[in-house]
């Protein structure tokens, strides 16, 4: 997901430097909502990770 984000960032710096403004504008909002979404799920994979860190599996 980090690197879709970094893929539309791209394009949005591209399109910019082309003179399309509404093309950066979408490209840079779809990789500002990619890279939320992507902190949000590691925050919550990490806190999954630390809360049953300390637990052994059942067999």
Do not use: C, D, E, Q
Not at 20 to 49: E, H, N, P, R
């Amino acid at each position: 997901m980090l690197r879709w984000a970094v893929i539309f960032l791209i394009i949005a710096l591209i399109a910019a430097l082309f003179g399309f403004g509404g093309i950066a504008a979408a490209a840079a909002g779809i990789a500002k909502i990619l890279f939320f979404a992507f902190i949000i799920l590691f925050l919550v994979a990490l806190i999954a990770g630390l809360v049953t860190r300390g637990r052994a599996p059942r067999p």
